[in-house]
């Protein structure tokens, strides 16, 4: 029973915390009747297809946050965050869910604040680097989450784990490209104050930190369970309304945009976030979470492609590195969870060894 437990809670690292919060109400939902099954085995590698369009949607977004300069990262969060808030809005009143249960207020609060000024400062990292490497390091979450659920939960994290996290932070080195390891060698042009390579180093320290302020909510997640993901959907998105529309106020920053342009734009960013968490829980739905983890490294794809395409950047060769470096360390998570799902006795497992130390 505690080793099914702790699979079970090992998966939860390779999803997003929105995912985390859809799989946590499927596994206490209703069981699939056979007619359901018949269905979503009609297409082959559904599950795969719908990892990979989500990741293609949320490569959208991001690159929505790179196309609309004029509009602060912040208040770009909170476009995002209605995203989240209003579809959950329907779901809470259909089932006649409490939106803020006694004894998880605190845990919700907290949850709510962890993921919003994640993802600020992930859109933050988005506006002032290169969005191929942003995404790269937002990407490596999962790698992460083995720290805080060793020291929270008191979880393992065994040599695999540790070669991990060194891998993924030499990827990360590599791509925020600190001035006291490599100096100056940005291939940005450097305008006479230095504003850019500044704004692209510390774009890279607020992604690292978005993306521990992530982790933290995956151990902050399997503290909720039992809770539908609506209601924790919900409240997320009503706190983190409240947190951005305070923030951009405090920074003088609040305002509609200005052209009808970048307004459409925020819409279809809200419509893109939500149509990628849809395909996600879907994904999880027909698919294990570690082929899914896999799948999502389009989202590395599809970033380089659009950098290329849209903002004319080329990826330096120490990027590109690094981002190999990440993606690698993400795919092994992924191959790690796939491999323990396969029986005791199978021989690709005890082939594959090394990967469960």
Not at 68 to 87: C, E, K, M, N, Q
Not at 175 to 180: D, H, K, L, V
Request: glycine share 6%.
């Amino acid at each position: 029973m505690m080793a099914q437990r702790f699979r079970h809670t090992e998966m939860m690292e390779l999803e997003s915390p929105s995912e985390s919060e859809h799989r946590l109400a499927l596994d206490s939902g209703p069981p699939v009747t056979s007619s359901a099954s018949r269905r979503s085995i009609s297409i082959p590698h559904l599950g795969i297809i719908m990892a990979i369009a989500s990741s293609f949607f949320f490569s959208l977004s991001s690159l929505i946050v790179k196309l609309v300069p004029d509009v602060h990262p912040v208040a770009l969060a909170t476009y995002r965050f209605a995203g989240i808030l209003l579809p959950s809005i329907p779901i809470v009143i259909r089932r006649s869910e409490d939106p803020f249960p006694k004894g998880k207020r605190w845990l919700l609060l907290l949850r709510a604040f962890l993921g919003t000024t994640s993802l600020m400062s992930q859109f933050y990292a988005l506006r002032h680097m290169p969005l191929a490497d942003a995404s790269v390091i937002i990407f490596s979450v999962p790698v992460f989450v083995a720290i805080f659920a060793r020291i929270f939960l008191n979880e393992e994290c065994g040599l695999f784990h540790v070669a991990n996290i060194f891998l993924t932070l030499c990827g990360c080195i590599l791509i925020a490209r600190p001035p006291f390891l490599f100096g100056r060698m940005d291939a940005l042009p450097l305008p006479e104050d230095g504003s850019v390579y500044d704004n692209a180093f510390w774009g890279a320290v607020a992604a690292l930190c978005g993306t521990l302020f992530a982790a933290n909510v995956y151990v902050v997640i399997r503290s909720l369970k039992g809770l539908h993901f609506s209601v924790i959907m919900s409240s997320f998105g009503a706190f983190a309304i409240l947190q951005t529309f305070m923030t951009t106020w405090a920074m003088n920053e609040l305002c509609l945009p200005a052209c009808g342009h970048d307004r459409y734009l925020m819409v279809l960013l809200a419509i893109f976030s939500f149509a990628g968490q849809i395909l996600l829980t879907m994904a999880l739905q027909h698919e294990q979470a570690g082929p899914v983890a896999i799948a999502r490294s389009a989202d590395v794809v599809f970033a380089f492609i659009w950098q290329v395409i849209f903002l004319n950047e080329i990826p330096g060769w120490i990027s590109l590195i690094g981002a190999l470096l990440v993606t690698t360390s993400v795919l092994l998570t992924g191959v790690r969870k796939w491999v323990e799902g396969l029986d005791s006795h199978d021989p690709l497992r005890q082939r594959l060894w090394f990967l469960q130390r």
